[in-house]
């Protein structure tokens, strides 16, 4: 009898934090590393946010609460939702978790039976993918094409859906493209969901970054879209847009009443209840009127690092970056530059086991990690099926704007850096 379940191996993790222990070994000989891997704002959250929860604990609200979200919270999100969404939501549709993650599995679990088909964005959050396969569900991912601004077609989703589909995974703005979709391709991806897949299919839309977008746009949702408001899950959460990741407060608003106790339910199962006292910071930050000029200045602050630093990353011998509309991440093809530095004839000599686990990419993250000292994401870590020629990283603009010039200059001097990148495979250590 083995130790572990079997289930237990087929599921996969996030490389962002995975990448933490090689960062500290990196920084205990003493050399500090430029991090730009974690898509975490390097702002803090809203003053009367942190004020409101330091006033419930010491009202001593910090005992068990209603498992589904306290009924102030669900109040404020149904409201806003129905202000940017043109719904009529309930507060009995929504359901509150600990960050945006659970509502992510816990879609999955209550969906999707064994072989059951998952269509997901690829590049895409990666626990996306993680999870399909630990639920004994079959992944299928809907590749975003670079030289079509990392966005897809109508045509292209109609093609991955069969008679076993039965949850599509849609994120808008996208982590970690910036892509952000137009009010013409949400509505012809609504059509061939209405037309194409059974009544009983849903579409899980993620929207954690709705309020970061760039050059005057807004966020749209599929939800809104005619005929979608019943077959849409809406996640969010107040990790990105208030700079409050460790709070841990994420939600979604389901298509139905009932869908929203079957949440509930595994919410009493997994964790009990949210912290009252962070749910009372969460519906302060979305009634409070300061909250919304407050969101629109980082997003000024996020969209000037871009402008900066696109530039600058395009100016890398062997780089191509496009120019994300939302979020805060930016993600080039470092394809001439892995061949640049014969990152592929590396890759190519390695054990089939090694190049498994690996890719030209990756050789280059852990080489400008180790060597040059600056964290980045590789293209594996937003998608593994199908990504086997595809050469990208992800970098985070969570930081000041010398910290990413910084980056930037060690990128390129890592590019530059052949002789040590050979050396660097050559001793087969920290190549995945």
């Not at 719904?87 to 039976?113: A, N």
């Not at 137009?182 to 897949?197: E, K, M, N, P």
């Not at 704007?401 to 910084?406: D, N, P, S, V």
Request: net charge negative.
């Amino acid at each position: 009898m083995p130790v572990y379940a079997e289930r237990q191996g087929r599921i996969g993790t996030e490389n962002a934090f995975k990448i933490g222990p090689h960062i500290v070994a990196v920084e205990s000989r003493g050399t500090p590393v430029v991090k730009l891997n974690l898509g975490e704002p390097d702002f803090s959250a809203p003053p009367w946010v942190k004020d409101e929860i330091c006033r419930q604990v010491a009202r001593d609200n910090s005992h068990y609460c209603d498992p589904k979200g306290i009924p102030s919270l669900r109040q404020a999100i149904a409201r806003q939702v129905n202000a940017t969404r043109g719904l009529s939501v309930t507060p009995d549709h929504v359901c509150v978790f600990p960050g945006g993650k659970p509502s992510i599995g816990f879609t999955q679990q209550i969906y999707c039976d064994p072989g059951d088909e998952i269509i997901y964005p690829s590049p895409g959050f990666p626990i996306y993918e993680s999870f399909i396969r630990y639920i004994g569900a079959v992944p299928v991912p809907l590749h975003l094409d670079e030289d079509q601004g990392f966005s897809c077609t109508a045509d292209q989703l109609a093609a991955l859906i069969t008679p076993r589909t039965k949850l599509i995974i849609l994120n808008f703005p996208s982590n970690p493209t910036g892509g952000v979709a137009t009010r013409d391709q949400l509505g012809a991806l609504a059509d061939v969901i209405q037309t194409r897949c059974r009544p009983e299919v849903r579409v899980y839309s993620d929207e954690i970054y709705e309020n970061i977008i760039f050059d005057g746009r807004t966020h749209l949702s599929i939800a809104s879209m005619p005929g979608m408001a019943d077959k849409t899950i809406i996640s969010s959460g107040l990790s990105k847009s208030f700079a409050w990741t460790g709070g841990r407060v994420g939600y979604a608003v389901m298509p139905s009443v009932a869908e929203a106790d079957a949440f509930k339910n595994m919410n009493i199962n997994y964790f009990s209840c949210v912290p009252p006292y962070n749910q009372e910071g969460a519906r302060e930050a979305l009634e409070n009127e300061q909250s919304g000029p407050w969101m629109a200045d980082m997003t000024r602050t996020f969209e000037a690092r871009r402008d900066a630093i696109l530039a600058r990353l395009n100016a890398i011998e062997g780089v191509t970056c496009q120019r994300p509309g939302g979020a805060f991440y930016l993600f080039p093809n470092i394809g001439g530059l892995c061949e640049r530095i014969g990152a592929f004839e590396a890759f190519g000599r390695l054990s089939p086991e090694t190049r498994a686990a690996t890719s030209p990419a990756t050789l280059f993250q852990m080489f400008a990690l180790y060597h040059h000292h600056v964290a980045v994401m590789d293209r594996r870590s937003f998608g593994v099926i199908g990504a086997e020629d595809l050469h990208f990283l992800r970098i985070s603009i969570a930081a000041d704007l010398e910290t990413l010039g910084e980056g930037v200059r060690r990128l390129d001097a890592a590019g530059r850096d052949a002789e040590g990148f050979q050396q660097f495979v050559a001793r087969g250590e920290h190549l995945s």
